[in-house]
C-alpha cells in the first residue's frame, strides 16, 4: 500500500509539528515491508488540496491528513472523488471530525490506524453556492451565528486550545448578531423563519466538541439539518452549555430534519462556514453524496461515529 501524509506543521498551535515527528518515527519503526509511505508539508492556506490533488494523481492508496478539521477538509477537496482512502492523524485544536468518526484522539494510536486500518465508505456534503465554488465537507456546514463564530474564532490566537476561543468568539457575536429571516427549503419543503443558525452536520461534534447534531450518522445517506429559530441573546447563552450534551434536542426553538437536499436563502447575505472555516456566502445549496469517500476508522466503536459494525477478523 502507498501512503501519502499530508501535514500542516502549524496546525494545533504547532502541536503538529511535535506530532508529525513521533509518526515518522512510528514509520521508521513500522514492520510492515508492504507500506511505503511519503509526506509533504502544507506551506499555507490552500496547500493541503494541491498536495491531496496531486497524491491522489500519482496514484497513492491513502492520504492522510496530519492536523486539525482546516486540514482534513483541504486534504477531502484535493481528493474527493478520485478512489484513494482518506485518514486522519489528529494534530488540530478541536478535531472534531475524529470525535465526530470514532478516530482516536491519540495522535498515535490514529497513526497506527491510518497504517494498518481498513477504509469503509461514508457520506460527504457539497455546499453549491449561488456565486463562488462549491466545496465538499466531511463533518459540518453552517450559516448564521455559528459562521459568524467561526470568523470570530478563526481571527483569534489559537494560544488557550479551542473552547475559550469558541466562548469568547461566541459572546463577542452575542453583541450583535440577531436571528435573520430565511427560507429553507428542505427535500423541497419550504419553511420560513427567523433563524439563529442552521448547521448541516454528517458527524456530531463540531466547535470543540459540541453536539450540534446528535443524531448524526456518517454513513446513513442522510444530512442531519439543525434549525435553531428566533433566540435572543440571553436565550443563546441559557442554550450553548447545553449543546456539549446535545440538551438543545428537547428546546422548542431548535429542529431536526434528516435530509438529502438543502438549499438556504436568507434577507441579507450571511457567511457560510465548512469545518469551521468561512468558505461562502447564502444563498446556497447542500447536496448529501452517500458512501462517497473511503475513510480509515476503528470499526463498530465510538458513540455518535456510525453504525455500529461487527469487528472485522483479523
Ligand atoms: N504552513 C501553513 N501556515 C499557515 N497556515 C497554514 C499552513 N498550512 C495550512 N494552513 C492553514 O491552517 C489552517 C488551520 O489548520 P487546521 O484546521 O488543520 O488546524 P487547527 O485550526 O489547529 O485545528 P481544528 O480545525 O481542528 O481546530 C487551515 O485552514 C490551513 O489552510
Given at each position: 500500500?502507498?501512503?501519502?501524509?499530508?501535514?500542516?506543521?502549524?496546525?494545533?498551535?504547532?502541536?503538529?509539528?511535535?506530532?508529525?515527528?513521533?509518526i515518522?518515527?512510528?514509520l521508521q519503526s513500522?514492520?510492515?515491508?508492504?507500506?511505503?509511505?511519503?509526506?509533504?508539508?502544507?506551506?499555507?492556506?490552500?496547500?493541503?488540496?494541491?498536495?491531496a490533488?496531486?497524491?491522489?494523481?500519482?496514484?497513492?492508496?491513502?492520504?492522510?491528513?496530519?492536523?486539525?478539521?482546516?486540514?482534513?477538509?483541504?486534504?477531502?477537496?484535493?481528493?474527493a472523488?478520485s478512489?484513494?482512502?482518506?485518514a486522519a492523524?489528529?494534530?488540530?485544536t478541536?478535531?472534531?471530525?475524529c470525535?465526530?468518526?470514532?478516530?482516536?484522539?491519540?495522535?498515535m494510536?490514529?497513526?497506527?490506524?491510518?497504517?494498518?486500518?481498513?477504509?469503509v465508505?461514508?457520506?460527504?456534503?457539497?455546499?453549491?453556492?449561488?456565486?463562488?465554488?462549491?466545496?465538499f465537507?466531511?463533518?459540518?456546514?453552517?450559516?448564521?451565528?455559528?459562521?459568524?463564530?467561526?470568523?470570530a474564532?478563526?481571527?483569534?490566537?489559537?494560544?488557550?486550545?479551542s473552547?475559550?476561543?469558541?466562548?469568547?468568539?461566541?459572546?463577542?457575536t452575542?453583541?450583535?448578531?440577531?436571528?435573520?429571516?430565511m427560507?429553507?427549503h428542505?427535500?423541497?419543503?419550504?419553511?420560513?423563519?427567523?433563524?439563529?443558525?442552521a448547521?448541516?452536520?454528517?458527524?456530531?461534534?463540531?466547535?470543540?466538541?459540541?453536539?450540534i447534531?446528535p443524531?448524526?450518522?456518517?454513513?446513513d445517506?442522510?444530512?442531519?439539518?439543525?434549525?435553531?429559530?428566533?433566540?435572543?441573546?440571553?436565550?443563546?447563552?441559557?442554550?450553548?452549555?447545553g449543546?456539549?450534551?446535545?440538551?438543545?434536542?428537547?428546546d422548542?426553538?431548535?429542529?431536526?430534519?434528516?435530509?438529502?437536499?438543502?438549499?438556504?436563502e436568507?434577507?441579507?447575505?450571511?457567511?457560510i462556514?465548512?469545518?469551521?472555516?468561512?468558505?461562502?456566502?447564502?444563498p446556497?445549496?447542500?447536496?448529501?453524496?452517500?458512501?462517497?469517500l473511503?475513510l480509515?476508522?476503528?470499526e463498530?466503536?465510538?458513540?455518535?461515529?456510525g453504525?455500529?459494525?461487527?469487528?472485522?477478523?483479523?
Open positions: 500500500m502507498r501512503v501519502y501524509f499530508v501535514v500542516n506543521p502549524t496546525a494545533g498551535r504547532g502541536r503538529a509539528n511535535a506530532v508529525w515527528k513521533r515518522v518515527a512510528l513500522h514492520r510492515e515491508n508492504d507500506v511505503e509511505w511519503e509526506a509533504a508539508l502544507t506551506d499555507g492556506p490552500g496547500a493541503a488540496t494541491r498536495l490533488a496531486r497524491a491522489a494523481e500519482r496514484g497513492y492508496d491513502r492520504i492522510v491528513g496530519v492536523g486539525g478539521d482546516g486540514t482534513l477538509s483541504e486534504v477531502l477537496n484535493g481528493m472523488g478512489g484513494a482512502e482518506i492523524v489528529p494534530a488540530g478541536g478535531n472534531d471530525y470525535r465526530s468518526a470514532g478516530i482516536p484522539l491519540d495522535p494510536a490514529a497513526g497506527r490506524l491510518a497504517l494498518s486500518g481498513t477504509a465508505p461514508v457520506d460527504i456534503g457539497e455546499m453549491i453556492p449561488r456565486s463562488g465554488r462549491p466545496r465537507f466531511l463533518n459540518v456546514a453552517g450559516i448564521g451565528f455559528d459562521a459568524e463564530v467561526a470568523r474564532v478563526n481571527r483569534m490566537p489559537k494560544r488557550f486550545g473552547t475559550v476561543p469558541y466562548v469568547l468568539g461566541a459572546l463577542r452575542l453583541a450583535w448578531y440577531r436571528p435573520v429571516p427560507a429553507l428542505v427535500d423541497g419543503r419550504t419553511l420560513e423563519r427567523r433563524v439563529l443558525l448547521a448541516v452536520g454528517l458527524g456530531r461534534y463540531y466547535a470543540g466538541g459540541m453536539m447534531t443524531d448524526a450518522v456518517l454513513d445517506g442522510v444530512f442531519d439539518l439543525c434549525v435553531a429559530g428566533d433566540i435572543g441573546p440571553m436565550g443563546v447563552v441559557r442554550l450553548l452549555p449543546i456539549y450534551r446535545g440538551r438543545h434536542r428537547s422548542p426553538r431548535v429542529e431536526f430534519f434528516r435530509c438529502r437536499e438543502i438549499a438556504l436568507s434577507t441579507r447575505p450571511l457567511a462556514h465548512a469545518e469551521g472555516e468561512v468558505v461562502g456566502e447564502l446556497a445549496r447542500f447536496r448529501i453524496h452517500p458512501s462517497r473511503l480509515v476508522r476503528e463498530g466503536v465510538a458513540p455518535g461515529a453504525s455500529a459494525r461487527v469487528p472485522a477478523a483479523r
